[in-house]
């Protein structure tokens, strides 16, 4: 077994886990945490994208024990309170979702790309999406959204 | 308060609970005590299972069953079904094997699934899964459709001979014959219609529950359309009656066509947990989606079409061969039937149709519907003919297209279909002029001066939409009928809840449906709910596919609001003391017309519940239902101009522009139809330039198994796309809606290629066009710039 002690969502979170256990099922699972999907289970689709201590991360090409000792931010985490954060108003003011499944890797993916690049242009933004994959939108109204964000300057 | 009715671009209203991480997806529905399943599938891709030894796996750490298809077999677990019966021109029903949840003497595709392991958590399964002993004896395996049919083929089905599950006709041969022999041109065209795997990005999923004390099971599943579910897990595979299984389709993540079929994996769950006597859960990874989830198209055609000497088709003749795969899914007979066949004329004036479909079975994952469904590869076949049939008679293929086009409504054509209404040349012409089409030849100019080839390609598609009048499918052979059911709800505070029997995995409805609401009772969005899903809470529904949710969905949601509208109009005359026919409603209060007398929705709803002063023999309460059964199909129809620089060097091709001119008929919110046309046009993009299903011709394995081998449009593969509509409404349902789910996937993939082909200079070019595929073309073809 496996001694994880992290820093969820601003929560310190100690759990005894098999030492097998991804990063992903460690949030869904042990945490309860459903907003992380899995989509591929080969770090292809993006949909359980996270953010360790700042920075976007597969949680399900992670183990869980390689976290321990880290910050992460889920989905669940980047609203303060009822304040949705900037990227979460632009994907809903701009249709940058449908089915919902693959949007909260997305979103933490674009909040990742504009602290990385905060001005990119439209060929940036889509180059920098190639880790995450939607069968919805066709991207269209997700590089809106996130070109939006940029335009504002409230990304970070 | 803004408007908020038909037309107008709300936001939606279900985004809150997905972009903050709190949608309910059938993985996330936490249940006490669940325990996990894992499949034991086939990796051959035709064996004869010889003996399965369970033994090892039953012995391992937190293992509560392994469960083979003899144990289902001794439960009287029914098999799957098809339901819709097709016959053959023979007059033969076609040959339907059995297809059982798992395999018990022979497994007929990579995939098939043989057992299953039930143990307390997700890795206790699938540890013990691979304890489970399958000893095989190989057999000889086909995968192509075209091969399948001949002498000595591997024979999948003693049902099915030659692998043959129907030799189906539709249309007049011997007109189509006589067109043949007076024309003045021909084209022919032989054409692969390359299978798609649907890749909704949430996989399938299943968590089980039976209650043994009530003897009721509860199932919650990725469903499109739980009521159908049901409806086949009682009727035909004997599960329980309806009355004791509830099934609940949560959110769920996309579907595309995937999520309709009632499948081996859902089925075995259910009874599983009766048998075991624990929930029991499943979902599956990527790789199972890949092999176990229905994929789509996979047909092999040759078309020919005889022109007169003014350039007008006089008929069109189609062979095609589809492939259904190892067995027939639920709907699988009628997509290369009556969902393909019966579009052949596409929106030309074509007075000679004649079309034969062979479904053949071979040793692949089944194949059923995947957005459009036959009218994808409908649309490619007419498509590539009208560019083929251009370059050979010598004009622009925009000119052949608008010399064909059907200009009279209603028209009438030789393959079933009555389209009702439409506009063909005012979509072309919108999408012409916002593609700029015609000035074209100097942006090809400017890239050839820097090494590009440049072309532009067209398709104009029409797709049936609005499936479907139930008496109309029954005659073709559909085992259900295709109405939709709605029921509106009326709370005494004036609050009110709709109830559909279409599900929602990304469409919108909770906004769009309300947004019908808001328009007739001037009620605000946020004041409606739109219930969907659950079979406890609707009586029964026949689902979203087809693009149907609209057309019949919205068509049955306005019927009883018609109905709700009709009693509180009574009820607000009485309590106005004024007559019924001087009551309007307006802007939310009903009005006394000519006088300043109102009351507004609310109190009449009110007033309805309190019932202390209703008019006489008026029930107390505000709630009715409908059903709802189209008169017809519905036609949305559209323009799509596809234009792309292709890299001589390396074969690469970049699309530069893409132009979408759709008629749906009546919108409702055209944010959210945009967003539908968008991504069907990224699944039909994928299909043209990426995507395509490859198995190993010899040994029958799925080459392209992850997300790894199967290229799936990505961000950096397409462009942002100019989408626009022009508007004729239905004229055979009351709001006038057609549909939009499908177009997209159905009119870019002709497009994509025709605008390929113009750039290379060539005939035949199949999809998906990889580089390499169009770096053999533009080589073979010697084009000044590649050949330098």
């Given at each position: 077994?496996a001694?994880?002690?992290?820093?969820v969502?601003?929560?310190?979170?100690?759990?005894?886990v098999?030492?097998?256990?991804?990063l992903?099922?460690?949030?869904r699972?042990?945490?309860?945490?459903?907003?992380t999907?899995?989509?591929c289970?080969?770090?292809?689709?993006?949909?359980c994208?996270?953010?360790?201590?700042?920075?976007?991360?597969?949680?399900?090409?992670?183990?869980a024990?390689q976290?321990?000792?880290?910050e992460?931010?889920t989905i669940?985490?980047l609203?303060?309170?009822d304040?949705?954060?900037?990227m979460q108003?632009?994907?809903?003011?701009?249709?940058?979702?449908?089915?919902g499944f693959c949007t909260?890797?997305?979103?933490?993916?674009a909040?990742?790309?504009?602290r990385r690049?905060p001005?990119?242009?439209?060929?940036?933004i889509?180059?920098?999406?190639?880790?995450n994959?939607?069968?919805c939108?066709?991207?269209?109204?997700i590089?809106?959204a996130?070109?939006?964000?940029?335009?504002?300057?409230a990304?970070? | 308060?803004a408007?908020?009715?038909?037309?107008?671009?709300?936001?939606?209203?279900?985004?809150?609970?997905?972009i903050?991480?709190?949608g309910?997806?059938?993985?996330?529905?936490?249940?006490?005590?669940a325990?996990?399943?894992?499949?034991v599938?086939?990796?051959h891709?035709?064996a004869?299972i010889?003996?399965?030894?369970?033994?090892?796996a039953?012995?391992?750490p937190?293992?509560?069953?392994?469960?083979?298809?003899?144990?289902?077999a001794?439960?009287?677990?029914?098999n799957?079904?098809?339901?819709?019966?097709i016959h053959?021109?023979?007059?033969?029903?076609?040959k339907?094997?059995?297809?059982?949840p798992?395999?018990?003497?022979?497994?007929r595709?990579?995939g098939?699934?043989?057992?299953?392991?039930v143990?307390e958590?997700?890795?206790?399964?699938?540890?013990?899964a691979?304890?489970?002993?399958v000893?095989?004896?190989?057999?000889?395996?086909?995968?192509d459709p075209?091969?399948?049919?001949?002498p000595?083929a591997p024979q999948?089905?003693?049902e099915?001979p030659n692998?043959?599950?129907?030799?189906?006709?539709?249309?007049?041969?011997?007109a189509?014959?006589?067109?043949f022999?007076?024309?003045?041109h021909f084209?022919?065209?032989?054409?692969?219609?390359?299978?798609l795997?649907?890749?909704?990005?949430?996989?399938?999923?299943?968590?089980?529950?039976?209650?043994r004390?009530?003897?009721r099971?509860?199932l919650?599943?990725?469903s499109?359309?739980?009521?159908?579910?049901?409806?086949?897990?009682?009727?035909?595979i004997?599960?329980a009656?309806?009355?004791k299984l509830?099934v609940?389709?949560?959110d769920v993540?996309g579907g595309?066509?995937?999520k309709i079929?009632?499948?081996?994996?859902?089925?075995v769950?259910?009874?599983?947990?009766?048998?075991?006597?624990?929930?029991?859960?499943?979902?599956?990874?990527?790789?199972?989606?890949?092999?176990?989830d229905a994929h789509g198209r996979?047909h092999?055609?040759?078309?020919e079409?005889?022109?007169?000497?003014?350039?007008?088709?006089?008929?069109?003749?189609?062979?095609?061969?589809?492939n259904?795969g190892?067995?027939m899914?639920?709907?699988?007979?009628?997509?290369?039937?009556?969902?393909y066949?019966?579009l052949l004329?596409?929106?030309?004036?074509?007075?000679?149709?004649y079309?034969?479909?062979?479904?053949?079975y071979?040793?692949?994952t089944?194949v059923?519907?995947y957005r459009?469904?036959?009218?994808?590869?409908?649309?490619?076949?007419?498509e590539?003919?009208?560019?083929?049939?251009?370059?050979r008679v010598?004009?622009?293929?925009?000119?052949?297209?608008?010399?064909?086009?059907?200009r009279?409504?209603?028209h009438?054509?030789?393959?079933?279909?009555?389209?009702?209404?439409?506009d063909?040349?005012?979509?072309?012409n919108?999408?012409l002029?916002?593609?700029?089409y015609?000035?074209?030849?100097?942006r090809?100019?400017?890239?050839?001066?820097?090494?590009?080839?440049r072309?532009?390609?067209?398709?104009?598609?029409i797709?049936a939409?609005?499936i479907?009048?139930?008496?109309a499918?029954?005659?073709?052979?559909?085992?259900?009928?295709?109405?939709?059911?709605?029921?509106v709800?009326?709370?005494?505070?004036?609050?009110?809840?709709?109830?559909?029997?279409?599900?929602?995995?990304?469409?919108?409805?909770e906004?769009?449906?309300?947004?019908l609401?808001?328009?007739r009772?001037?009620?605000?969005?946020d004041?409606?709910?739109v219930?969907?899903?659950?079979?406890d809470?609707?009586?029964?529904?026949m689902?979203?596919y087809?693009?149907r949710?609209?057309?019949?969905?919205?068509s049955?949601?306005?019927?009883?609001?018609?109905r709700?509208?009709?009693?509180?109009?009574?009820?607000a005359a009485?309590?106005?003391?004024?007559?019924?026919?001087?009551?309007?409603l307006?802007?939310g209060?009903?009005v006394v017309v000519?006088?300043?007398?109102?009351?507004?929705?609310?109190n009449?709803?009110l007033?309805?519940?309190t019932?202390?002063n209703?008019p006489?023999?008026t029930?107390?309460?505000?709630?009715?239902?409908?059903?709802?059964?189209p008169q017809?199909?519905?036609?949305?129809?559209g323009t799509y101009?596809?234009?792309?620089?292709?890299?001589?060097?390396?074969?690469?091709?970049?699309?530069?522009?893409?132009?979408?001119?759709d008629?749906?008929?009546?919108?409702?919110?055209p944010?959210i139809?945009?967003?539908q046309?968008?991504?069907?046009?990224?699944q039909?993009?994928?299909?043209?330039?990426?995507?395509?299903?490859?198995?190993d011709?010899?040994?029958?394995?799925l080459?392209?198994?992850t997300?790894?081998?199967y290229?799936?449009?990505r961000a950096?593969d397409?462009?942002s796309?100019n989408?626009?509509?022009?508007v004729?409404?239905?004229k055979?349902n009351?709001?006038g809606?057609?549909?939009?789910?499908?177009?997209g996937a159905?009119?870019s993939p002709?497009?994509?290629?025709?605008?390929i082909?113009d750039?290379?200079?060539?005939?035949?070019?199949?999809?998906?066009?990889?580089?390499q595929r169009?770096?053999?073309?533009a080589?073979?073809?010697?084009?000044?710039?590649?050949?330098e």
């Open positions: 077994m001694q994880i002690n992290v820093k969502n601003g929560r310190a979170v100690a759990r005894q098999e030492d097998r256990t991804l992903v099922e460690f949030l699972e042990t945490l309860g945490l459903t907003g999907h899995v989509g289970d080969t770090g292809q689709c993006g949909a994208v996270v953010h360790l201590d700042g920075r976007a991360v597969k949680s399900c090409t992670m183990m024990a976290a321990s000792g880290s992460i931010t669940e985490g609203a303060k309170g304040a949705l954060h900037p108003a632009a994907f809903h003011e701009h249709h940058a979702l449908q089915c909260p890797g997305m979103i933490m993916m909040v990742d790309l504009l690049i001005r990119p242009d439209e060929a940036t889509r180059a920098n999406l190639d880790g994959l939607c069968r939108t066709g991207y269209h109204n590089v809106k996130i070109a939006a964000v940029a335009q504002t300057g990304g970070a | 308060m408007h908020e009715g038909i037309g107008a671009r709300v936001l939606r209203k279900e985004d809150r609970r997905f903050t991480g709190q309910n997806y059938t993985d996330d529905i936490p249940v006490k005590n325990a996990y399943a894992e499949f599938r086939s990796p891709a035709h004869r010889v003996r399965i030894d369970t033994a090892a039953l012995a391992a937190g293992v509560i069953g392994v469960l083979t298809g003899a144990a289902l001794e439960d009287k677990v029914g799957l079904i098809c339901g819709w019966m053959s021109k023979d007059g033969s029903p076609m339907a094997a059995p297809y059982a798992l395999a018990r003497d022979v497994v595709y990579v098939n699934p043989v057992a299953v392991v143990a958590n997700k890795n206790q399964a699938r540890d013990a691979e304890l489970v002993q000893e095989y004896q190989e057999l000889a395996a086909v995968v075209a091969a399948t049919q001949a000595g999948l089905h003693a099915a692998n043959t599950i129907y030799q189906w006709a539709l249309g007049d041969k011997a189509v014959d006589r067109a022999a007076g024309a003045a084209v022919e065209i032989d054409l692969i219609n390359n299978r795997v649907p890749n909704a990005i949430e996989p399938r999923a299943a968590t089980a529950i039976y209650d004390a009530e003897g099971f509860t919650y599943t990725t499109q359309n739980p009521h159908v579910a049901r409806l086949v897990l009682s009727a035909f004997g599960l009656p309806e009355h509830r609940v389709a949560p993540g595309f066509g995937s079929f009632i499948y081996p994996e859902e089925t769950c259910l009874w599983a947990a009766r048998r075991l006597g624990v929930p029991v859960r499943w979902t599956a990874d990527r790789r199972e989606s890949f092999l176990a996979d092999v055609t040759r078309a079409m005889a022109l007169d000497a003014s350039h007008k088709i006089v008929g069109l003749r189609v062979k095609t061969i589809a259904l190892a067995y899914s639920t709907f699988s007979s009628s997509v290369p039937t009556y969902l066949a019966t004329s596409g929106q030309y004036d074509i007075p000679a149709i079309a034969e479909v062979d479904a053949v071979t040793n692949t089944p059923d519907a459009g469904a036959g009218r994808p590869e409908a649309t490619f076949v007419v590539r003919l009208m560019d083929a049939a251009a370059r010598g004009i622009d293929p925009a000119e052949i297209r608008r010399k064909n086009f059907i009279t409504f209603p009438q054509t030789p393959v079933i279909m009555t389209y009702d209404t439409g063909y040349e005012a979509s072309l919108a999408a002029s916002t593609a700029r015609a000035e074209f030849p100097s090809r100019r400017e890239a050839s001066g820097r090494g590009k080839l072309g532009i390609g067209l398709a104009c598609y797709e939409c609005g479907a009048p139930s008496q499918v029954g005659s073709l052979g559909a085992g259900v009928g295709l109405w939709e059911s709605a029921e709800r009326v709370n005494p505070v004036g609050t009110i809840e709709v109830l559909t029997g279409c599900h929602s995995h990304g469409q919108g409805h906004t769009t449906f309300a947004q609401v808001a328009e009772f001037g009620v605000p969005v004041q409606v709910s219930v969907h899903g659950d079979t809470k609707v009586q029964f529904g689902g979203t087809g693009s949710s609209g057309a019949v969905g919205l049955a949601i306005n019927k009883a609001l018609e709700v509208e009709a009693k509180a109009k009574r009820i009485h309590l106005m003391e004024a007559a019924e026919s001087d009551v309007e307006k802007g209060e009903f000519g006088t300043d007398k109102r009351i507004a929705f609310a009449v709803a007033a309805a519940y019932a202390h209703l006489a023999g029930e107390p309460g505000l709630k009715e239902g409908a059903f709802y059964d017809n199909f519905t036609f949305p129809a101009v596809c234009e792309v620089e292709v890299d001589p060097k390396t074969g690469g091709v970049e699309i530069v522009q893409f132009t979408a001119a008629d749906f008929g009546t919108i409702v919110n944010m139809v945009e967003g046309v968008h991504g069907g046009l990224a039909g993009i994928g299909q043209a330039l990426l995507e395509g299903c490859r198995y011709r010899d040994s029958g394995q080459v392209t198994a997300f790894m081998d290229a799936m449009p950096s397409l462009v796309f989408v626009s509509t022009t004729t409404p239905c055979t009351p709001l809606i057609k549909g939009c789910g499908e177009a159905i009119g002709a497009a994509v290629i025709n605008a082909a750039a290379l200079g060539v005939e035949r070019l199949d999809m998906p066009a990889s580089p169009v770096w053999e073309a080589r073979a073809n010697r084009t000044p710039i590649a050949a």
